[in-house]
Every structure is written in structure tokens, then in C-alpha cells.
């Protein structure tokens, strides 16, 4: 029967056998890494009083400071410290620290003038927080990011034990208006239950520097992030690649460790942080970039010859089915994601918006390569 399909017309018999080799590879990604993320337990949990230094940089971000700096500095944790690394800010950042550092004993203000920072990237300002920092632990955000609760600390450290060296935790967008907002929160998330799956799984390769755990030791065998100080692309996975390790990396993703942001409301800009993650992609190790290329590929190969199969009219239902197969997967493992992480309304819009990002990533690529480094604002 085979052959006699194959001898009538070899070249779509070949197409087909192709297509359905592509839907084995899909339904393996999905069902056995993604599914680290969509039908997770919750962390065993263990109380951790060890102190934690919660370092953040930040450049003109007086109106964000003033917005989450609060949420950060009361969270409800016996043992820690923030240390705001204040990067020349030309805004009134200075005065609100000074202010806030005196309602709260455990804020640090390290200052970082225009004659001592003379690199382009994030890296050096990041490098004197953890240098600055009291504790061993050291508990990375932005200026623009808030906790989801005042436990947020608390749960992060919960899965930290003496075997873990990093506890990757979850980045959220918050909800917005518009189709925009929708492109930009499915994409985000669907990184992230890519790099969180993966590591559930026991192969970590990336993380959210906006919600990071590790211990300063990394910082230092990794030379004081001296090589990434002109880095304005790419610096942060470059640090979380080589990071994280099999053995010492944990995740959380209960609810109450998020850290949410408002994503950019403008498409270009939106594509430039695209850009510079694809560049970040170049320094992955080549095992985890031929684990992602893999099922990039797939997915390519996939829509491309259903449609092929469709306008031949070639095996119909074998391939409608086939189709459905994997669609139906994609769903239930999206759905079960989305739950877990405390989203909404993404579903249904993830059927067109894997293809979406699937046409516009040959760009983002090409732009990643090109990317130039430039001052990290």
C-alpha cells in the first residue's frame, strides 16, 4: 500500500511523509517539554530567612521609582536590602531616593556619575549593585517592574536551597488595550514558557532578567561581567546562558513571585527589543540553539507544507487530521500555560499570532545581527 502511494507520486508521498514527521517533532515539544509549565505542581516550599540583596538600575526613572519602588521596599521578607544603582539620571531620581532612604532603612543608594561609568551597556551599572550589596543572595528587577504581591521575595527564596545556584522566576506583561498589547503579551509569553518549560525539564538556556535569583558567586565566576560592560544587546542572555546549570537552577512560578510590567505601547519599539533578544540568541550555547532551531524549523515546515498539501489536494484528510492534531495540542498546552501563569485572553489569539511572529522573525534575526551596540536607557 505504501509503496504503491509512493510509486504514484513520489514527490507528495514524500511531502506528506515530511509533514507528518514534522507533526511528531511538534507533538514532542509540546507534550514533553512545554507541558513542564502547563501541568506543573506547585514548588515545594521551605521557609529561607537568608538575606537578599534586591539590586536595580536605573537611569531617569523617577516616575517608575516613584510608581514600584514602594512595592519592592515593603515586601514582607525578615532579611533584606535594596540597593538602587542610580546611573547619572538627569531627572529628580536622586531627590526621590534621598527621600525614600530615609523613611526606609533598608534602601541603598549607590551613585554612579558621569566620569566613572564611561561604558555603553547596563552591565557595569548592574556589576557595582551586586559589588554594593550586603548579602550574598542577589534578587535582580528593573525600575519599571512591581511585585504581583508583597510576598514576592518570599516565595522567590522558598525554592532556594544550598544546592541552587539560580531560581528563575516569571515576568509578566500587564493587560492593556488594543491588538498591540495582545501581539506583545502572547509573544512574551510564549517565550516564556518556552525558557521556564526547558528548565523544568532540566535543561535551562534563558530567563527574565527583570525576576532573577542567584548567588554573587556567579556574578564573580563569570570576571565581574567585565566583558559585557559595552554590550547593549544580548548582555543579559549571554549572563543567564552561562549562568544557569542543570543541577543548580530551580523555577518558581507561583503567582505571588511575578513581577508585572506595562509592555511598550509603540510596534517599532516593540521590534527593537525583538531585535536585540534575537542577537541575544547568538551567544547560546549549541546544544540549546539547536534544541529551539529544531522546533523554530518545525513550525516553518509545518504550515508550509499543510498548505502545500492543501493546494495539491493530496491526502486531504490524513493531513486535515494531522493538522488538527497538533493545533488541538498547541491549545490545550497554551490554555494549561496561561492558567498556570495567571493570564487571559490570549488563546484564541494565539492561532494567528504563532504565524504572525513566524513571518516577521526572518527580519528580527537579520536586525539581531546587525544590531548596534548604543547607551542602555
Given at each position: 500500500?505504501?509503496?504503491?502511494?509512493?510509486?504514484?507520486?513520489?514527490?507528495?508521498?514524500?511531502?506528506?511523509?515530511?509533514?507528518?514527521?514534522?507533526?511528531?517533532?511538534?507533538?514532542?515539544?509540546?507534550?514533553?517539554?512545554?507541558?513542564?509549565?502547563?501541568?506543573?505542581?506547585?514548588?515545594?516550599?521551605?521557609?529561607?530567612?537568608?538575606?537578599?540583596?534586591?539590586?536595580?538600575?536605573?537611569?531617569?526613572?523617577?516616575?517608575?521609582?516613584?510608581?514600584?519602588?514602594?512595592?519592592?521596599?515593603?515586601?514582607?521578607?525578615?532579611?533584606?536590602?535594596?540597593?538602587?544603582?542610580?546611573?547619572?539620571?538627569?531627572?529628580?531620581?536622586?531627590?526621590?531616593?534621598?527621600?525614600?532612604?530615609?523613611?526606609?532603612?533598608?534602601?541603598?543608594?549607590?551613585?554612579?556619575?558621569?566620569?566613572?561609568?564611561?561604558?555603553?551597556?547596563?552591565?557595569?551599572?548592574?556589576?557595582?549593585?551586586?559589588?554594593?550589596?550586603?548579602?550574598?543572595?542577589?534578587?535582580?528587577?528593573?525600575?519599571?517592574?512591581?511585585?504581583a504581591s508583597a510576598y514576592w521575595i518570599r516565595r522567590m527564596m522558598s525554592v532556594f536551597?544550598?544546592?541552587?545556584?539560580?531560581?528563575?522566576?516569571?515576568?509578566?506583561?500587564?493587560?492593556?488595550?488594543?491588538?498591540?498589547?495582545?501581539?506583545?503579551?502572547?509573544?512574551?509569553?510564549?517565550?516564556?514558557?518556552?525558557?521556564?518549560?526547558?528548565?523544568?525539564?532540566?535543561?535551562?538556556?534563558?530567563?527574565?532578567?527583570?525576576?532573577?535569583?542567584?548567588?554573587?558567586?556567579?556574578?564573580?565566576?563569570?570576571?565581574?561581567?567585565?566583558?559585557?560592560?559595552?554590550?547593549?544587546?544580548?548582555?543579559?542572555?549571554?549572563?543567564?546562558?552561562?549562568?544557569?546549570?542543570?543541577?543548580?537552577?530551580?523555577?518558581?512560578?507561583?503567582p505571588e513571585s511575578h513581577i508585572i510590567t506595562f509592555p511598550k505601547q509603540r510596534y517599532?519599539?516593540?521590534?527593537?527589543?525583538?531585535?536585540?533578544?534575537?542577537?541575544?540568541?547568538?551567544?547560546?550555547?549549541?546544544?540549546?540553539?539547536?534544541?529551539?532551531?529544531?522546533?523554530?524549523?518545525?513550525?516553518?515546515?509545518?504550515?508550509?507544507?499543510?498548505?502545500?498539501?492543501?493546494?495539491?489536494?493530496?491526502?486531504?484528510?490524513?493531513?486535515?487530521?494531522?493538522?488538527?492534531?497538533?493545533?488541538?495540542?498547541?491549545?490545550?498546552?497554551?490554555?494549561?500555560?496561561?492558567?498556570?501563569?495567571?493570564?487571559?485572553?490570549?488563546?484564541?489569539?494565539?492561532?494567528?499570532?504563532?504565524?504572525?511572529?513566524?513571518?516577521?522573525?526572518?527580519?528580527?534575526?537579520?536586525?539581531?545581527?546587525?544590531?548596534?551596540?548604543?547607551?542602555?536607557?
Amino acid at each position: 500500500m505504501i509503496t504503491e502511494l509512493f510509486l504514484h507520486d513520489p514527490v507528495l508521498f514524500s511531502l506528506m511523509a515530511l509533514f507528518a514527521l514534522t507533526v511528531l517533532v511538534q507533538l514532542i515539544y509540546y507534550w514533553v517539554f512545554y507541558s513542564a509549565v502547563a501541568f506543573s505542581g506547585q514548588s515545594r516550599v521551605h521557609e529561607n530567612a537568608e538575606g537578599v540583596s534586591v539590586v536595580i538600575c536605573a537611569k531617569d526613572e523617577y516616575h517608575n521609582l516613584q510608581r514600584n519602588l514602594p512595592h519592592i521596599l515593603e515586601q514582607q521578607y525578615p532579611n533584606f536590602e535594596v540597593v538602587v544603582v542610580n546611573d547619572k539620571s538627569n531627572d529628580e531620581s536622586e531627590l526621590l531616593l534621598e527621600s525614600l532612604a530615609r523613611q526606609y532603612d533598608h534602601l541603598q543608594i549607590v551613585h554612579v556619575n558621569s566620569n566613572l561609568n564611561f561604558f555603553k551597556g547596563k552591565k557595569f551599572p548592574q556589576s557595582v549593585g551586586i559589588r554594593s550589596a550586603r548579602y550574598e543572595n542577589i534578587l535582580f528587577t528593573d525600575a519599571n517592574c512591581r511585585p504581583a504581591s508583597a510576598y514576592w521575595i518570599r516565595r522567590m527564596m522558598s525554592v532556594f536551597t544550598k544546592e541552587t545556584n539560580v531560581v528563575l522566576g516569571y515576568h509578566a506583561l500587564e493587560k492593556g488595550q488594543g491588538l498591540l498589547n495582545t501581539l506583545i503579551r502572547y509573544d512574551h509569553l510564549t517565550n516564556a514558557v518556552r525558557y521556564l518549560s526547558f528548565a523544568g525539564r532540566g535543561i535551562p538556556f534563558n530567563g527574565s532578567i527583570k525576576n532573577i535569583l542567584f548567588r554573587k558567586e556567579l556574578f564573580y565566576k563569570q570576571n565581574s561581567f567585565i566583558g559585557l560592560y559595552n554590550m547593549r544587546a544580548g548582555d543579559d542572555e549571554k549572563f543567564i546562558n552561562k549562568a544557569v546549570g542543570r543541577k543548580g537552577t530551580k523555577v518558581q512560578l507561583h503567582p505571588e513571585s511575578h513581577i508585572i510590567t506595562f509592555p511598550k505601547q509603540r510596534y517599532r519599539t516593540w521590534v527593537n527589543i525583538k531585535k536585540r533578544q534575537k542577537a541575544g540568541t547568538h551567544f547560546f550555547r549549541f546544544p540549546h540553539k539547536l534544541l529551539l532551531g529544531l522546533f523554530v524549523g518545525s513550525q516553518y515546515l509545518f504550515f508550509g507544507l499543510f498548505a502545500a498539501l492543501m493546494i495539491t489536494q493530496y491526502m486531504v484528510l490524513i493531513a486535515g487530521g494531522l493538522f488538527l492534531l497538533r493545533e488541538i495540542s498547541h491549545l490545550i498546552v497554551f490554555k494549561n500555560s496561561m492558567k498556570r501563569l495567571k493570564e487571559q485572553k490570549l488563546l484564541l489569539f494565539s492561532l494567528i499570532g504563532e504565524i504572525y511572529i513566524l513571518l516577521i522573525s526572518p527580519y528580527l534575526w537579520l536586525g539581531g545581527r546587525t544590531t548596534k551596540t548604543g547607551k542602555w536607557r
